[in-house]
């Protein structure tokens, strides 16, 4: 069951990261090439991201959720109170609670900030 459960979270991290990055601009000039891009809803900024890895759900996570002029958003960023570093989590099962049907991953945004996608 466990092998299942990773298979899965590796899944939607892939999932989640391909989304993001086929809702990214072809034209960026950030040098970051074309990976995930979060919108930081506090901010009113963009941020691009790598996937570092699943995390145990152990500690405090930032929800990070689909929609966003990017495909993903989250409420804080870097210099917010509230921004966690990049340690995310999606709420798989749609409960709205944290646990054992949710997905835990390191995926830190990488500034500074911009305006456009």
Known sequence: MKTIKRLG??????AVSLF???ASADGRTTG???GPVV????QGLFFDTIVLGELPPIGEFQLLKP?????LATEF???DVGYLGGRWWVDANGNDVMDDGDVYFLCP???PGRGSM
Do not use: D, H, M
Request: glycine share 26%; net charge neutral; no cysteine.
């Open 20 to 22: 993001a990055v086929g």
């Open 67 to 71: 929609g966003g002029p990017s495909g």
């Open 39 to 42: 919108f930081v809803e506090s």
């Open 9 to 14: 979270v590796i899944v939607l991290i892939s």
């Open 109 to 111: 945004l990488l500034g």
């Open 32 to 34: 970051r090439s074309t």
């Open 77 to 79: 960023g870097p210099g």
